[in-house]
């Protein structure tokens, strides 16, 4: 019980950063990262995806949150190198033990966003699978507004954070957790 109190106090610290993070409104619609973070959780679920990818896809972004110009003379709020950021801190040796979680979970957390760039394509190209590109799907229309979800969303934002946290821990699916990933790539490139 002390292992899951200990567990949950760390991803409620990260999500309470999250909430107080604000998404840029050109390809986010202005939520806060919290929101955004528990929309993919839900559509990772929806998608036979681990939930906690969702959850804690973007804890990067707290700490790398900055305002800028673009090219067109508009103010944006960027993330630079959050998936980066992001899988650093879940690369302890005792967090991956207190969040069960492995190195193929925490690359995935580094690779989310990086290959789908424009001008990263190529470059990563190697760093795209078949269910790195599932996850991007959930991450990218997490960003757009709610479809059949927004119920669910709605109802979850009220919840307490350690709820939503038991919620994303009693839905994973160990089938999709780890090396068993690589079933799924094999599978996918057989289609």
């Known amino acids: 019980m002390e292992t899951i109190n200990t567990r949950n ?13 604000p998404h840029d409104a050109i390809y986010h619609r202005g939520e806060s990262g919290y929101e955004h973070s528990l929309h993919v959780a839900i ?11 969702g959850l804690l896809h973007d804890i990067g972004k707290v700490p790398t949150c900055s305002l800028r110009t673009d090219n067109q003379g ?3 709020i960027s993330f630079f190198d959050h998936g980066e950021v992001g899988a650093l801190w879940l690369s302890n040796k005792k967090i991956k033990k207190l969040l069960d979680i492995d190195d193929d979970f925490i690359e995935r957390i580094r690779w989310h966003l990086t290959p789908y760039l424009k001008h990263n394509e190529k470059k990563y190209a190697d760093k795209r699978t078949w269910i790195q590109d599932q996850y991007y799907k959930c991450d ?6 709610p479809g ?6 709605k109802e979850m934002l009220t919840w307490p954070y350690q709820t939503v946290i038991e919620w994303a821990y009693d839905n994973r699916s160990s089938y999709l957790i780890g090396k068993d990933h690589w079933f799924f790539n094999d599978l996918a490139n057989q289609q």
Not at 140 to 145: A, D, Q, W
């Open 148 to 153: 059949d979800e927004k119920h669910d969303l």
């Open 9 to 21: 106090t760390l991803i409620e610290m990260w999500l309470k950063g999250l909430a107080e993070t």
């Open 43 to 53: 559509l990772c679920h929806r998608n036979k995806l681990d939930p906690l990818f």
């Open 74 to 76: 508009r103010e944006r």
């Open 140 to 145: 990218k229309l997490g960003g757009k507004k």
